[in-house]
């Protein structure tokens, strides 16, 4: 089956700054990678998806990259704020095994004023 | 508000018993998926059922089953509670039946459970 792996486990930034965080994966029939957002006690949101059919998508402050031939994809945070502290989890899901998303372990994001 | 809707909102019980935990799925979603996050921990997949078929299992233990109603509702049921399933529990929906990838999943608010 798929497997994901995220990097860092935490990562610290000063506001301002940029925040990449990074998964790869393991199938090659992977085609759709959401990443969701999640507040301490809240539900994940999802924030930006990207399809194998492309290779960056960007909405405002936030852009995820994906590189079909190494199999990782990257999300960019810019001009990071206090507000976008929280966990952050990357997932796949596959094109003929469509019933299953497979997560990251998450990535816990401080944005230091 | 994702439109998911997931009752109760928390449920506090004691180990050895059985609880339901109950999930509605957005307006025209035929897919439920639902999944356990304990303390500081991932997201781990347990189920997912599409139009009351279940579809695919993950990391689900036998004292747990799950079922989708005709109304498109599900309830995931615990049973012989350990401590150890302490956690939140989430359910998320999404259109389903696509040939391929790409279907984005809508979580609920989740299901916090605490069994002492």
């Known amino acids: 089956g798929e497997n994901v792996e995220q990097h860092p486990s935490t990562l610290s930034v000063q506001e301002g700054d940029s925040a990449v965080i990074k998964c790869t994966y393991s199938d090659s029939a992977s085609n759709y990678f959401p990443w969701y957002k999640q507040e301490l006690g809240k539900r994940p949101q999802l924030i930006i998806d990207?399809?194998?059919?492309?290779g960056e998508k960007k909405d405002q402050r936030i852009a995820v990259t994906l590189n079909k031939t190494a199999k990782h994809f990257s999300l960019h945070i810019t001009e990071t704020q206090p507000e976008d502290s929280a966990v952050y989890f990357c997932?796949?899901?596959?094109?003929?095994?469509?019933?299953?998303?497979?997560f990251g372990s998450g990535t816990k994001l401080n944005v230091k004023p | 508000d994702s439109g998911v809707t997931q009752t109760p909102k928390h449920l506090i019980t004691a180990t050895g018993q059985r609880v339901t935990l109950r999930c509605s799925p957005r307006?025209?979603?035929?897919?439920v998926y639902w999944y356990q996050q304990s303390l500081d921990q991932g997201l781990q997949f347990l189920i997912h059922?599409?139009?009351?078929?279940?579809?695919a299992k993950g990391n689900i233990l036998e004292r747990f089953s799950a079922q989708q109603f005709p109304d498109l509702h599900s309830e995931l049921n615990l049973s012989s509670l350990e401590l150890g399933d302490s956690a939140l529990y989430f359910c998320?929906?999404?259109?389903?039946?696509?040939?391929?990838?790409?279907?984005?999943?809508?979580f609920g608010p989740g299901t916090r459970l605490t069994v002492l």
């Open positions: 997932a796949a899901q596959g094109e003929y095994n469509f019933n299953k998303f497979y």
């Open positions: 998320a929906s999404s259109v389903g039946g696509r040939a391929w990838g790409g279907d984005t999943q809508y």
């Open positions: 307006s025209g979603d035929l897919s």
């Open positions: 059922y599409y139009n009351g078929e279940e579809r």
């Open positions: 990207i399809r194998s059919n492309v």
